[in-house]
DNA sequence: TGTCGATGTAATGTTAATAGATACAACGAA
DNA sequence: TTCGTTGTATCTATTAACATTACATCGACA
């Protein structure tokens, strides 16, 4: 039961875009290097991460930059960017539909979870890319 | 992206016992007429709850009953017992340790994501099956 | 305008997790 | 001893995710 790499990923590509911007050009290979995943799974997690809107991409000349500061861009928009917008939780798709609790369940637990699933996404939008960077900066300064 | 089925599977079963603790003898296969899943399935999930001490499950004479009242089992309880207790989320084993931000990312971005699956945990001990158990009497009685 | 490095994307292979199913030993009551 | 049930082991099928290769396309520049 976890969530795949996507999240994890794609906030290390944008910290990377942005915290090299003036250094390097962030390229697929550039930042699969630092990712250490293949420059393919860049390419498309940077695909998501430009239909969301967050990031563009210079096809040809190569190199990608954010769209936005960093104070603007939360997890919960790398979130919705990189993972379908499904249910958090599977059910079981056909319950017997002659017990109570069988023809209940989904509507009864599913509004629960729903609930929990919308305060995980509220907890996403209080952390910025800008909190990611600065506390990587203190790290930097400490080595 | 998802939680499997489990959590929803395991929290079915212990409402069905129960719901129909008065009126059935609540055998694996008589929960997995009301789940509509393999009986084995249910077994295994019956085993998970028995670990962490939720039910007692009557080998030989069959027949599976909460240890605790409804009040006093929440979705917390529910969810480490079926769940292994992991992170919530992946993160690439190997980034690149010669990148400030590779190298510190896990420590940065995990510190927040630890953050928020334990908001995630408290919530989940909000959730009583008395209430759950209720909200289908609800809706019961309107049928 | 041809070259070159880069992106976009399709196709394929690999691995891991999950669920489904069958089989059977062990259990406990009658 | 019989019978219904639980506890497991094992096998298979399915699915999702990630890795990799390959190649068409793009845009700047000599």
Redesign the pocket.
């Known amino acids: 039961?976890?969530f795949?790499?996507?999240l994890p990923?794609a906030t290390h590509i944008l910290l990377c875009i942005e915290r090299f911007k003036d250094e390097y050009?962030?390229?697929?290979?550039f930042l699969a290097s630092s990712v250490n995943?293949?420059?393919?799974?860049i390419?498309?997690t940077?695909?998501q991460l430009?239909a969301a809107g967050l990031v563009e991409?210079?096809?040809?000349?190569?190199?990608?930059k954010l769209t936005k500061s960093p104070e603007d861009i939360t997890l919960w928009d790398v979130f919705r960017a990189v993972e379908?917008d499904e249910d958090l939780f599977?059910f079981?798709e056909n319950p017997n539909p002659k017990c109570p609790v069988g023809r209940n369940i989904h509507g009864v637990l599913g509004d629960r979870l729903e609930e929990v699933r919308q305060h995980m996404l509220a907890d996403f939008k209080k952390i910025t890319l800008a909190d990611l960077l600065e506390s990587i900066a203190t790290k930097e300064a400490a080595e």
Request: proline share 3%; glycine share 12%; net charge positive.
């Open positions: 039961m976890q795949s790499f996507r990923v050009k962030t390229t697929s290979t995943v293949n420059p393919v799974i390419r498309k940077l695909g430009k991409v210079a096809a040809g000349v190569g190199g990608a379908e599977h079981q």
